[in-house]
């Protein structure tokens, strides 16, 4: 069974997060709810997140100030955050929230298919990036064994390998393609944050996996938001 990955909503009014639930329900993933910057980051210590829905203007701790404390934290700081805001003050505000570490900047009302795809590709990406991880610990574990027939378990590690860079060439594929249709359909800054970020993230696994191949001599790391 797979495990179905969880979003945090970030908003101080009621009807907002009843507004995003409805929206994002379709994705059939875990909703949390946080009224607050600091209801946020308590949910942040205890569970990993595939993607933070933040509301900009919140009473105490706003946005931009949680999203700084979120990206200060080792755990959390490779989480993705699209900011949520109903002013708009200009390219400063907008350029305010892509520094505190936003992918993306949606300004309310927006279209509920624009968002609800955005955030898919976040969940899509979290739920790939988890299968590999499991794969990829599976496949240290019978590497760094003693292996009584040693022939028969690198036969086996080895067949595992090609089909882990096989899967991560698959997402690579993906991911190139949504980068081109990005690139092709719009050249704001959303668009170019978002295809950046997927790609580097992307690229954290190829180099994970490349320190498996047998004769590198490393164990690789892989972060729980890779």
């Not at 709810?33 to 569970?47: N, Q």
């Not at 997140?49 to 949680?66: K, N, R, S, W, Y």
Request: glycine share 6%; aromatic share 4%; charged share 25%.
């Amino acid at each position: 069974m797979v495990q179905k990955a969880k979003i945090l909503l970030v908003d101080d009014r009621p009807e907002n997060l009843l507004a995003l639930e409805a929206i994002l329900s379709a994705l059939d993933q875990t909703l949390v709810r946080a009224s607050s910057g600091e209801e946020a980051l308590k949910a942040l210590l205890t569970d990993d997140f595939a993607v933070i829905l933040l509301d900009v203007q919140m009473p105490g701790m706003d946005g931009f100030e949680t999203a700084a404390h979120i990206k200060r934290r080792e755990r959390t700081r490779d989480i993705p955050i699209i900011f949520l805001t109903a002013i708009n003050h200009g390219p400063h505000h907008t350029f305010r929230g892509y520094a505190a570490g936003a992918v993306d900047y949606i300004s309310k009302p927006f279209d509920p298919w624009v968002l609800r795809a955005k955030v898919s590709v976040f969940v899509e990406l979290y739920m790939k990036n988890c299968q590999l991880r499991e794969q990829a610990s599976l496949l240290r574990l019978q590497l760094e064994g003693n292996g009584k027939d040693a022939g028969g378990e690198a036969k086996e590690s080895a067949g595992l390998l090609a089909e882990l860079s096989a899967r991560l060439a698959a997402v690579e594929e993906q991911a190139e393609a949504l980068t081109k249709q990005l690139n092709d359909d719009s050249t704001d800054a959303a668009a170019v944050a978002t295809a950046a970020h997927l790609e580097r993230k992307l690229t954290g696994l190829r180099r994970a996996l490349d320190a498996l191949e047998p004769g590198t001599g490393s164990t690789p790391s892989v972060s729980s938001q890779n």
